[in-house]
C-alpha cells in the first residue's frame, strides 16, 4: 500500500534531516512529505538535501498545514509526526500494522509512559490529562493521550476530515472527528524523546492551552448541540426560578408584587430557557444531517484492510 509521512515544520533545522531519514529507514518506499509553515531558518533545505518532498503553506498555523497536507496528498495510509525528532520512527511500522490488522482508522502514538521528564514536562501532562478529560466527558472516554502529535491514519479518515482549526488545536479536531463518528480507533504506547539542543519548541503553554479549551466549547456546541443548549437552559431556568421566588412568597403572603423589574427580568430568563432548548432541537436536526454528510464522505473510501486485501490479491 502507498504510505505518505507528513511532517508539518516550522523552523525545525537542527532537527528535520534526522527525522527524515529516520523515518526513510523505518519506513522504507514510502513518501516523506516536509510542509514548511514559512520557517526563517534551513528547514526546507536541510529537508530536501535529506530527500524529502518539501512543499510550503504560507497561512500561518498547524491547522492550516494539516489542512492543505490532507488536502493534496493521495495515499492508503498517512503518517503524521512532528518535525523535532521527538518521535519515535521505529514505531510506525508497528502502528500501521495494528491500523492494518485491527482494520482501524487512527492510532495515536501516547506519551504518556515516557521516562523523559524534559520531554514531557509536567505542566504540559497535567494539561493534558484535564484536556483529554474534557473531551472524554463530552464525546467519549477512549483516548488517554489526546493531544498526541504522532499518529496513523486510513485514508477514509483523512479524506473526510473537515479541519476547521488553525493552530495547535487540530490535535483535539481530529479526536473529536473520530468520536463524532464513532470511527474504530487505537492508541498504542511509544517512547518520547527530548528535542535536540538548540532547537526550541513552538507550544506556548498557556496560549495554545486557552485555544485548545475554546476549539472543545467550539465542538461541543457544534457536533453536541442539543447538550449544549439544553445545559444552557437549565442554567438559565434555575437562574430565573431563583429570581423569582422571593417575589412569589412575597405575592403569597401580601398578594402584592412589589419589584416587577425582577418579575420581568426573570420571566425573559426564563423565555430564554425555553428559546435555549428549543434552538438545541433545531440544530440537533443540522447537525445530525452534518453528520451524515461526514459519514458518507467516510465510507466513499475502503478501509485499510480492504485496501490490504486487495493489494495481496494484485
Known sequence: MKIAVLIPCYNEEKAIAAV??????ALPGAGIYVYDNNSTDRTALEARSAGAVVRAEPLQGKGNVVRRMFADIEADIYVMTD???????PSAPLMIEKLIAENLDMVVGSRLKTDASEAFRRGHHLGNRLLTGAVSTIFGDRFQDMLSG????????????????????TETELAVHALSLRMPVAEMETPYGARPKGSSSKLRTYRDGARILWMIFRLFKEERPLAFFSLASVLLAALSLLLAVPIVITYIQTGLVPRFPTAFLSTGIMILAFLSLVSGVILD??????QEIKRLAYL?????????KRNGDE
Open 83 to 89: 518535525g523535532d525528532e521527538t518521535y519515535h520512527a
Open 20 to 25: 527524515v531519514r529516520k523515518f526513510q529507514a
Open 300 to 308: 466513499s473510501h475502503p478501509g485499510p484492510a480492504e485496501l490490504g
Open 285 to 290: 436536526t443540522v447537525t445530525r444531517g452534518r
Open 150 to 169: 504522532y499518529r496513523v491514519f486510513s485514508r477514509r479518515f483523512v479524506k473526510s476530515f473537515p479541519a476547521i482549526s488553525a493552530g495547535f488545536e
